[in-house]
């Protein structure tokens, strides 16, 4: 995996014949005819292309792109292809992309943000502030803001801003903060076996003006955390489980969606994805069939989970609410509560893999 920065739009040379990346690519020097680059359908950033047993795949942000693959020859080939249409800087293996640490220890692959979570710190003022041992003490809700508004709220927009952007390797912050751990990430396991799980829980009722709900997800291949998120739901939910099952409908369009993105990766994902939800009177309405007066107003969402499960393309499962690593997205948890599920995702600090 590489690292590459390029140009785009300036030729190396005043050649008129330059062959467009998405055709078919004829490599001057090594390849007669490499394959079609395929744009995925999942993420339209992504490029990847398999010849046989090799593949390739290319992740692009506007002048920066990240190249892996399981043959050096195929890359190198392709990157000498680059050079030779675009200016290119090859940056060499991974590890730094926008704002995102990587450093590759002997058991996989561990993320961080170290830097960008002190440049947070030192931009707040709080890079001498005494540290917490937890995010929020236990059972902490949002009440009715009293005091006076804002008169510049531009910093608290890009403290925001700053903290969501955090979240790509700092899960446990999304109902959180993070002076005592800058330094934490994700580890990614290099034997992880590919099955996907999937948590979702609800805060029912929890928003103060709206009394909307708040939806937390959590979803891992095996022991490798990929996808997670926390937001207020769009509606208001009538009982807890209708919540809940609002955040299972959610969930489902994720796992359907990561599936599709798999799949451009050339894994190809044949078992059912496990979701576990800790309301058993929503995991009922996902298993039955039959509508009544409770639950008419969320069909639209029970008949997109039932035809799921029916695929086969999900199963649901119960969790006790003790083991639900979804809480940490819409609840403040107690100190026990919050370390232990941060260690089930996977959170650890910079120097602790080895």
């Given amino acids: 995996m590489g690292l590459c920065r390029t140009s785009y739009g300036i030729p190396s040379g005043d ?26 359908h999942a993420d339209h950033t992504l490029f990847a292309y398999r010849k046989g047993d090799v593949f390739l795949s290319v992740l692009v942000y506007v002048d920066d792109l990240i190249l892996a693959g399981n043959n050096g020859t195929a890359c190198s080939s392709f990157k000498k292809y680059l050079n030779d249409c675009f200016k290119l800087k090859d940056l060499g293996p991974l590890k730094y992309f926008l704002g995102i640490e990587a450093a590759r220890v002997p058991r996989g692959l561990f993320l961080s943000q170290l830097k960008y979570a002190l440049d947070i710190l030192s931009e707040s003022a709080l890079s001498t502030s005494k540290p917490a041992e937890f995010s929020m003490e ?30 790509i390797t700092r899960p446990d912050i999304c109902y959180a903060y993070l002076k005592a751990s800058p330094g934490q990430g994700l580890f990614l396991p290099a034997d992880s076996p590919l099955q996907i799980y999937a948590f979702c829980d609800s805060d029912w009722a929890s928003c103060p003006l709206t009394r909307r709900s708040v939806t937390g997800y959590f979803v891992s291949l095996e022991n490798s955390p990929i996808l997670w998120r926390t937001k207020k739901e769009p509606t208001v939910s009538r009982s807890s489980a209708e919540a809940d099952y609002c955040s299972m409908a959610v969930t489902t369009c994720e796992l359907t969606w990561l599936k599709s993105f798999l799949l451009s990766l050339g894994v190809h994902h044949d078992r059912p994805m496990r979701l576990f939800c800790d309301n058993q009177t929503a995991l009922h309405i996902a298993s039955n069939p039959v509508f009544h007066e409770r639950t008419k107003h969320i069909e639209i969402d029970c008949h997109y989970v039932r035809e799921q499960l029916l695929a086969g393309n999900i199963s649901t499962a119960h969790v006790l609410t003790a083991q639900q690593v979804a809480d940490i997205f819409t609840k403040a948890l107690g100190r026990h509560q919050f370390h232990y599920l ?3 995702f996977g959170i650890q600090n910079l120097h602790a893999p080895t």
């Fill in 342 to 344: 941060c260690d089930k």
């Fill in 138 to 167: 236990q059972n902490h809700s949002f009440a009715l803001a009293g005091s006076p508004l804002l008169s510049d709220p531009g910093p608290y927009w890009r403290l925001i801003g700053h903290l969501v952007y955090l979240t």
């Fill in 15 to 40: 050649r008129g014949d330059t062959p467009p990346v998405t055709g078919e690519i004829r490599h001057p020097y090594r390849l007669p005819l490499l394959p079609l680059v395929y744009q995925s």
